[in-house]
């Protein structure tokens, strides 16, 4: 628990780009927790009705030793049900309509058997494919 504060306190700029976004229910009335501890883990943003995961990762997880964490995290979250969806910090700085699209399109694929949400997270005439 104290680790997770210490990361929320330190959040990387992209991280509160997103958090903006996704913070007090924002994102289309979804509950988002960041820097949430899971497990062994600490989720960088997690939806605990979704079980949607999703983590920004900057240059040192393009690094072999990187990718094999990040995949091993992966297995681990996917066998407890959920689903990680991972965005380079760059994405969320240069191209944050389309990670805040995939999102909706994550929540609405994990929210298949339950009611839609009320509204779109995306202005009028965005959020279209």
Known sequence: MERARLLRKKATQ???ILWRHLRNRNFAGY?????HPFK???LDFYCP??????????????YHAGQIRDRTRSEFLARHGVIVLRFWNHQVRRELDSVLR??????????????SPSSSPFGKGR???
């Not at 009705?49 to 393009?62: F, P, S, V």
């Not at 995939?102 to 009611?115: D, S």
């Open 31 to 35: 509950k988002f927790r960041r820097q």
């Open 40 to 42: 062994d883990y600490v």
């Open 102 to 115: 995939a999102i909706w399109f994550a929540l609405g694929e994990r929210q298949q058997n339950k009611p």
């Open 127 to 129: 959020g279209e494919v």
């Open 49 to 62: 009705t979704a079980k949607l995961a999703i983590e920004l990762d900057g240059g040192g997880h393009n």
């Open 14 to 16: 992209p991280e509160r």
